[in-house]
């Protein structure tokens, strides 16, 4: 049981170029979510998904494509990469609303 | 406009005593809340939730209060102990755009447990 795996775990990346951060989850869960860590603002949430075939903007979604493609995956795109997004992602899953959510070990991106 | 609010950037404490993080709240329609632990290269692990229904529940050395009225809850940790050491966020599931169903996080606080 693998839990949520995130892939990549490292990338750097030229400003202006384009890449998908993939997520998969093998609990069956119906909610899923993607955060980005920066120093001294928490995690933030960038997009979400209730159920499959839905998403939902966060609080920072601006430079952010989201896909849920099926129940498991959930994948985070930058269409064009700035330095502002250098930071360590995070995505989670979760059977519902009010209950724990289950965290990926994150990709930490570089752009520069 | 930080829904969830963790005032508190650091805290340290001896080992064998009191660990208190404390986490303020805005938005009065939250009404589940989780306390998360993060190692460094990790990602956060949950550590234990109230729903607004209660005010305390307890779980081993860990335990967290709500006080609705004042929008604000803690967790305590006793006793202490170095591996304890680590930032804990403190999250609650609210809304952005009106649906109440986002998990929120706040910006957590660095826990150093002295030996």
């Known amino acids: 049981n693998a839990g949520v795996t995130q892939t990549p775990k490292f990338q750097v990346l030229k400003t202006g170029q384009s890449m998908t951060l993939q997520c998969a989850q093998d609990m069956n869960h119906n909610s899923m979510y993607w955060y980005r860590q920066d120093p001294g603002m928490g995690l933030r949430l960038i997009y979400y998904s209730a159920s499959e075939g839905t998403t939902d903007k966060g609080e920072v979604p601006n430079g952010y494509n989201v896909s849920r493609l099926n129940k498991r995956e959930f994948s985070l795109r930058l269409e064009s990469a700035a330095p502002s997004q250098t930071s360590v992602y995070f995505c989670?899953?979760?059977?519902?609303?009010?209950?724990?959510?289950?965290f990926g070990q994150g990709t930490r991106l570089t752009v520069v | 406009d930080q829904q969830v609010k963790q005032n508190s950037p650091s805290l340290s404490v001896q080992e064998g005593r009191i660990s208190i993080l404390n986490c303020d709240y805005t938005?009065?329609?939250?009404?589940?809340f989780l306390w998360y632990k993060k190692y460094p290269a990790e990602g956060p692990t949950f550590l234990i939730s109230i729903s607004s229904i209660k005010d305390k529940n307890e779980d081993g050395r860990f335990t967290v209060f709500l006080n609705k009225s004042a929008k604000h809850l803690s967790l305590h940790i006793v006793p202490s102990q170095p591996g304890d050491s680590a930032v804990y966020f403190c999250?609650?599931?609210?809304?952005?755009?009106?649906?109440?169903?986002?998990?929120?996080f706040g910006t957590g606080t660095l826990l150093a447990v002295q030996p």
């Open positions: 938005n009065s329609m939250f009404d589940y």
């Open positions: 999250a609650a599931f609210g809304s952005y755009g009106g649906a109440t169903n986002k998990l929120i």
């Open positions: 989670a899953s979760s059977p519902g609303t009010y209950t724990e959510a289950f």
